[in-house]
C-alpha cells in the first residue's frame, strides 16, 4: 500500500482505548521508575554570608591595598580547596581529586555587587555554599570566609608597621620646622610690613593723582576766569565812556552806588561759599549771611528797577542800566575767581603733603629676598606634608589597634547559618517531569505496537479507502468454542507478557536514569 488511510481524531482515540492496557503499564513502569530516581537524588542545603568592602580597599593612600580579584582566586584555588575537602571530609562517593574540586567549585557561588554611583567600585561581596549535609554547609561556607578575615588580619599588621615608619618621618619634618620656624616668623613681620606700606603707597598714589587732576582743572578754571574778567573790564570800560558822553550826571552818582553794591554781593557770595564746608544751613552765622545777601539784592533790585531808593522817582537810562548789568557780571566773576583760587591753593597744600610721603614710602620700599621667600614655601610645605602624615598616622593607628570593625577592609554583615529547609531539588518540578516522561512513553509505545495495523485492511473504511468498491455487508466472524478458549488463553497470555515487561522495564530505565542524570541537573538548579 502506497499511503496510511488518514484517521480522524476518534479513531485515534478508539485506538489508544483498545491498547489501553499496554498504554497504562508502559506509562505505570515509567512513573514508577522517575519517581524512584528523583526521591532518591539527596537534599541540598545552602549556607550564604555576606561582607561589605570598607572604602579603604580602594583608597591608594592605604597602607595595605588588597586587590579583591586575588581574593577571590585565593579563596578559590586548588590548594585551598583540597584542604577544606579534606578536612571535612567532603564528596566521599568521589574517588578522583581533581573531580571533587570541580564539584566544590561549582558549589561555591559568589556575587559581587557594584555600587551604583562613580567610581563604580565593588560594595558587597556574597559567599554561598550548596552541599547535602547542612551542619557541613555552614562550617565550610566559614572557611571560605577565612579568607577575607586573614586579609584583614594582615590588613591590620600592615597597619600598624606603617604607622610606625611614619612616626620618624613626622619626627623628622617637625625638627625641620623648628629650624625654619624664627626665619619664617621674620619673613611674615616683613611681608606684613611691606604690605601695610604698598598699601598706603596705593591709597597715597590714588589721592595724588585725584588731587593732581584736580589742581588741572582749578588752573583751567582760573585762567578761563582771568580771562573773563578781562574782557568784562574792558566792556565796561567803553560803556563808561558812553555813559559819560550822554552826560548823565546823575546816573553815574547811581552807578557808583550800585558798583559797590554789587561789590558787597560778591564778596558776601565768598564767604557764604567757604561757610558752607564748614557749617550748616542752620548755623547762626550762615543765617546772618544769608540775610545779608537778601538784603543786598534787594537793593540791587531797586536799582535795576529804576527807582532811587531816597525819592523813588528817579529813572536810569538804558545806557547805565546795561553799565550796571556788566559791573554785576565782572563783581560775580572776581568773587568766582577768588573762590577758585583758595581751593586751588589748598589743592597745591595737599598735593605737596602726598608728594612727601610717597617719597618717604618710596625711599623705604624694599622687596622681600630670594631666600625669604624660599623659606615660607618651604613652611608651608612642610605644614602640609606635616598634617597629612598625622591624619594618615591617625587612621592606621585605629585600623592596626582592631578595635573599629568598621575600619577593616571587609565587614562580615552576614555570617553564615546553620540552613533548616533545603534549598534542592524541586520535588515538585521533578515529580511533574516524572508524569510526563511516563505518559510520553506510554503513547510511544502504543503507537509503536498499533502501527502494523495501519497498513492493513481492518474494516469496511480501510476496504473502501485502499480498494474503492463500497462495502454492501459484513459477515460477523463465527468461532467455535475451542477457538474461544485458545483466543482467549492468548489474550491472557499477552497480558502477563506486557505485564512482566513491564516489571523488567523498572529496572532497566531506573539504570538508564542514573547513567543519563536529567533529574539530577534539574534537581540542582
Known amino acids: 500500500m502506497e499511503a496510511i488511510r488518514p484517521r480522524q481524531i476518534s479513531e485515534f482515540i478508539e485506538i489508544f482505548w483498545r491498547r489501553k492496557r499496554l498504554f497504562l503499564l508502559m506509562s505505570a513502569a515509567m512513573l514508577i521508575a522517575t519517581i524512584f530516581v528523583a526521591r532518591r537524588i539527596p537534599n541540598q542545603y545552602q549556607s550564604s554570608a555576606l561582607l561589605v568592602i570598607s572604602d579603604k580597599i580602594n583608597d591608594d593612600t592605604s597602607p595595605h591595598t588588597i586587590q ?31 573531580a571533587a574540586v570541580g564539584a566544590m567549585t561549582k558549589a561555591i557561588k559568589t556575587e559581587t555587587k557594584l555600587r551604583p554611583y562613580s567610581p563604580f567600585n565593588p560594595e558587597t561581596i556574597s559567599i554561598s555554599f550548596r552541599y547535602g549535609d547542612a551542619a557541613l554547609t555552614q562550617r565550610v561556607t566559614a572557611d571560605l570566609l577565612n579568607t577575607y578575615e586573614q586579609a584583614n588580619i594582615s590588613a591590620r599588621q600592615a597597619a600598624g608597621d606603617e604607622a610606625g615608619r611614619l612616626t620618624g618621618k613626622i619626627a623628622e619634618v617637625e625638627a625641620r620646622l623648628k629650624e625654619i620656624g624664627p626665619q619664617r616668623d621674620l619673613t611674615l613681620l616683613r611681608a606684613e610690613a611691606m604690605a601695610r606700606s604698598a598699601r598706603e603707597d596705593v591709597s597715597n598714589r590714588t589721592q595724588r593723582v585725584a588731587v593732581e587732576s584736580s589742581v588741572e582743572s582749578l588752573s583751567d578754571k582760573e585762567y578761563l576766569l582771568e580771562r573773563q574778567i578781562a574782557e568784562q573790564k574792558r566792556q565796561i570800560a567803553e560803556q563808561e565812556r558812553a555813559v559819560k558822553l550822554s552826560g548823565a550826571s546823575s546816573g553815574a552818582t547811581a552807578s557808583a552806588a550800585y558798583g559797590q553794591l554789587l561789590i558787597r554781593k560778591s564778596e558776601l557770595e565768598a564767604q557764604i561759599k ?7 544751613e542752620k548755623h547762626p552765622k550762615m543765617i546772618q549771611l544769608r540775610s545779608q545777601q537778601q538784603e543786598i539784592d534787594r537793593q540791587i533790585s531797586r536799582f535795576e528797577s529804576g527807582t532811587d531808593t531816597v525819592s523813588g522817582a528817579a529813572t536810569l537810562s538804558p545806557e547805565v542800566r546795561e553799565l550796571r548789568v556788566m559791573q554785576r557780571e565782572v563783581t560775580r566773576l572776581e568773587g568766582e575767581l577768588e573762590i577758585t583760587r583758595r581751593e586751588l591753593n589748598r589743592k597745591n597744600t595737599v598735593l605737596g603733603k602726598l608728594a612727601q610721603s610717597t617719597d618717604q614710602s618710596d625711599s623705604k620700599d624694599q622687596p622681600l629676598s630670594s631666600a625669604g621667600s624660599d623659606s615660607q614655601n618651604e613652611y608651608n610645605r612642610l605644614i602640609s606634608r606635616y598634617n597629612w602624615l598625622l591624619d594618615k598616622q591617625e587612621m592606621l593607628l585605629k585600623l592596626s589597634g582592631g578595635g573599629t570593625a568598621s575600619l577593616m577592609p571587609f565587614q562580615i554583615i552576614d555570617p553564615p547559618v546553620l540552613p533548616k529547609d533545603p534549598v534542592a531539588p524541586n520535588r515538585l518540578l521533578l515529580q511533574g517531569v516524572a508524569l510526563g516522561l511516563a505518559l510520553a ?3 510511544l509505545v502504543t503507537f509503536a505496537t498499533e502501527l502494523p495495523r495501519l497498513f492493513l485492511l481492518n474494516d469496511e473504511r480501510d476496504i473502501q479507502f485502499y480498494l ?18 485458545r483466543t482467549r488463553k492468548l489474550s491472557l497470555t499477552r497480558a502477563m507478557l506486557v505485564l512482566v515487561l513491564a516489571i523488567i522495564l523498572v529496572p532497566i530505565l531506573i539504570a538508564v536514569f542514573k547513567v543519563v542524570p536529567v533529574f539530577q541537573m534539574l534537581g540542582n538548579k
Not at 567757604?274 to 550748616?280: E, I, P, R, V, Y
Not at 474503492?468 to 478458549?485: N, Q, Y
Open 68 to 98: 579583591l580579584a586575588e581574593l577571590e582566586k585565593q579563596m578559590t584555588s586548588r590548594a585551598n580547596l583540597m584542604q577544606i575537602i579534606r578536612r571535612h571530609g567532603l564528596y566521599p562517593q568521589i574517588k578522583d581529586t581533581e
Open 441 to 443: 512513553f506510554g503513547l
Open 274 to 280: 567757604d561757610a558752607s564746608q564748614q557749617f550748616t
Open 468 to 485: 474503492g468498491a463500497p462495502v454492501l455487508a459484513a459477515i460477523p466472524e463465527t468461532l467455535t468454542s475451542t477457538e474461544r478458549a
